[in-house]
């Protein structure tokens, strides 16, 4: 399995923007999805976005026209470009890379998002 650093985090006033990165220690190209999870004290593990080996991306409702995920098979990474943060955005971000499931994959060590209103 790959191994995963993310980047980026920090503390962000509302409506600002951030944007998170992550390195894989090997190549993607062969993993089926590279997404980005969040956990916010207190609530379960969300999964945000999603970019797929063929091209396609998703997003969870809450975050769709503000957040883009970008996968670059070239340089083993995927970024998270983060607009119009708002308070409820506030979590540590894990990106992880799945060839299957999800719970089966390679997790980052996270990056915590801080978005004070």
């Known amino acids: 399995q790959v191994q995963l650093v993310e980047s980026g985090g920090g503390l962000v006033q509302a409506g600002g923007s951030l944007r998170l990165s992550c390195v894989a220690s090997?190549?993607?190209?062969?993993?089926?999805?590279m997404g980005w999870f969040r956990q916010a004290p207190g609530k379960q593990r969300e999964l945000v976005a999603v970019a797929r080996s063929g091209g396609s991306t998703s997003y969870v409702d809450s975050v769709k026209g503000r957040f883009t995920v970008s996968r670059d098979n070239a340089k083993n990474t995927v970024d998270l470009q983060m607009n119009r943060l708002k308070p409820e955005d506030t979590a540590v971000y894990y990106c992880v890379a799945a060839r299957s499931t999800w719970s089966s994959g390679s997790w980052g060590q996270g990056t915590q998002v801080t978005v004070s209103s």
């Open positions: 090997g190549s993607i190209v062969s993993i089926n999805a």
